[in-house]
Structure formats: structure tokens, C-alpha cells
């Protein structure tokens, strides 16, 4: 049977304290309503969406909706990579978003709305972006990750850390992300780095880190507000050493971008990142809590297709 103009569709049933199971029969209608033929299997743990999207794609679907959150993006960004049938760029990826953070979807302009959402899915404007990669450790193991949107180091992968035991026990919500970072305040400390960004060599004390394709992070703070998700390049944002006081002042400023033009910012732009420090510097990509340094970062130019809005 060819399946190859059909759509997979991903649900992750525990995305936006349970939405994802919750309205699936509302989103199963508007699909319905709106023509679009699919399929569809829920998730049962995490990376189950990973092998779920490498299975089905090699059983011949390139077109995947997700109806979860910028994690379960990832998940099946990663099931894309993994797959050994078509070339990556051949999928294309949809997203009707139940999660809290749309950071992925701010970009590209995709709504809230499940009925808005899956008219742009019945239209199927799509556009190339860029993937990112990034080699690190966990356990001293070298691992990999692809990522559609953004990494966040130190500071940001502890608040992430966090944010993310909140959502597992079911307390996530729009402002779990903010929370976290501010509890986070009490115990972090800056790490010396040694950063390489296309060859170019600096030291910094890194609190937090971004390696950029998107502009939002962290529902809906604006971390590199200049991300051009198609240019072949990170945005990479190092905030060094700064005071708790001053974070707690500068909130505001991560939501507008102006931040970047605070003292303690530095940004650079470039196409391979490498990362070295001691202690450790922990890892996030797309909100997905993982390893720490050494890390390398390199940039697929043009490497997944998705649906866009206006």
C-alpha cells in the first residue's frame, strides 16, 4: 500500500499536562474535516517518538505531524536522522502544538489554534530550515543529537533540568520555565570556557549559552533574536558572569532580545561551534535535558522540510 502522500501523525498524550490525550479526538475531527488522510499512534515513553518516526518512515510515510511539544519535535527530528529510507530534506514536518513553550512554532508563525494550525497543514507551505548536530558526553560516552531550534548550555540546560521534572509531574504550565529559572538563581555558579566558533578562539566565564537556529527559547524568551532559521549559520549568545540581582532586573529583556545589548552579552555567528570547560557545562536542545562538554556543534544547511504560516 503506498502511504507516501499520507500523513503520520505523532500525538504525545502527556504534552501540555495531558492536552495531548485530551483533545485528540478534536484534532482527530479538524484533520478529518479538512481532508487530510493519516494515520496516527500515541506515545508510551521518552524517544518513543524517535523510534516511531524512523519506523513508519521507513515503512514509507514522509510526511509527520506532531501534536505535542517542542520536545516531541525533537523526538521525531531525531526519528528523521535516524532513518536510513530517504534523504532527511525529502520529510517534511508538521506541528499542531498542545505543549506550553511553541518556541519552535513563534518562528515560523504557526498558531495555537488546532483549527488554524491544521489549515496551514491542508496548504502545506512548506520551506527548508537548517538542523543542528551536536556531539557530547553523558556517563563519559560519546553521543549525538540533531536539533530544529535551539541549544542552551549551563544556566539554561539547569533551568530546563528542572522545567522538565516539573512537566513529569504534571505541574507544567505557562510560566513553569520562568519559575524554574528563578529557583535556579540559589545554586548556580559560572563556568570557565573555552569556546571555538568557525576557528575564532575566546575564553569566557559562561553563565548561560545559546547555539541558535530559531529565535525563541523558554516560552517565548526571545534568545537570539537575529536567528535566521535558513542561513547556514548558529547564532551563538554567551551571557557571562552576572548577578543573580541583575538577572532577576533583566527578565524583561529576554523577552524583547535587548538583553544582547547588555555589557555581560557577547554573540557570534558561524557555522561550527566547539566547547571545552572544567567543571562540566551541562546540555539542552529543543528543552530536552542531555550531556555535557566537550561538545561539538555543526550546522545541516537546508536539512529538514516544515510547514510554515504566513
Known amino acids: 500500500m503506498d502511504v507516501s502522500g499520507d500523513w503520520f501523525v505523532i500525538v504525545n498524550p502527556n504534552a501540555g499536562r495531558r492536552k495531548g490525550e485530551k483533545d485528540w479526538l478534536e484534532i482527530a475531527a479538524l484533520l478529518n474535516e479538512a481532508g487530510i488522510r493519516f494515520t496516527n499512534v500515541f506515545t508510551e515513553h521518552p524517544n518513543h517518538a524517535v523510534k516511531l518516526a524512523r519506523k513508519y518512515i521507513e515503512a514509507g510515510y514522509r510526511k509527520i505531524i506532531v501534536v505535542g511539544g517542542d520536545g516531541t519535535l525533537n523526538e521525531v527530528l531525531n526519528g528523521v536522522y535516524t532513518q536510513k ?13 498542545v505543549g506550553t513553550g511553541n518556541d519552535w512554532g513563534r518562528s515560523f508563525n504557526i498558531p495555537m489554534g488546532y483549527r488554524e494550525a491544521i489549515q496551514l497543514i491542508a496548504r502545506c507551505n512548506t520551506k527548508l530550515q537548517d538542523v543542528g548536530r551536536v556531539q557530547y558526553l ?22 530546563a533540568k528542572r522545567t522538565n521534572k516539573v512537566k513529569q509531574e504534571g505541574k507544567g504550565g505557562p ?20 569556546i571555538v566558533v568557525d576557528g575564532q578562539k575566546s575564553n569566557a566565564d559562561v553563565f548561560s549559552m545559546s547555539v541558535a537556529i530559531c529565535r525563541f527559547n523558554g516560552g517565548g524568551m526571545m534568545q ?4 535566521i532559521p535558513d542561513d547556514g549559520l548558529f547564532d551563538v549568545t554567551i ?18 532580545g535587548t538583553f544582547l545589548r547588555m555589557k555581560q552579552v557577547k554573540t557570534f555567528r558561524g557555522a561550527k561551534v566547539e566547547i571545552e ?8 536542545t529543543d528543552g530536552e535535558s542531555l550531556g555535557h562538554t566537550p561538545m561539538q556543534f555543526e550546522v545541516i544547511p ?8 504566513n
Open 85 to 97: 529510507k530517504y534523504p532527511p530534506r525529502e520529510i517534511t514536518l508538521a506541528m499542531i502544538s
Open 138 to 159: 553523558q556517563n563519559d560516552l560519546p553521543k549525538q543529537r540533531h536539533f530544529i531550534n535551539m541549544a542552551g548550555l549551563g544556566f539554561d540546560a539547569m533551568v
Open 175 to 194: 510560566f513553569s520555565y520562568l519559575i524554574s529559572l528563578l529557583a535556579s538563581l540559589i545554586y548556580y555558579q559560572s563556568i570557565k570556557c573555552s
Open 224 to 227: 537570539a533574536p537575529d536567528a
Open 239 to 256: 551571557i557571562t558572569r552576572v548577578s543573580r540581582l541583575l538577572v532577576i532586573r533583566s527578565v524583561k529583556k529576554l523577552y524583547d
Open 277 to 284: 570547560s572544567d567543571p562540566a557545562l551541562y546540555l539542552e
Open 302 to 309: 537546508l536539512g529538514i522540510r516544515v510547514v510554515v504560516g
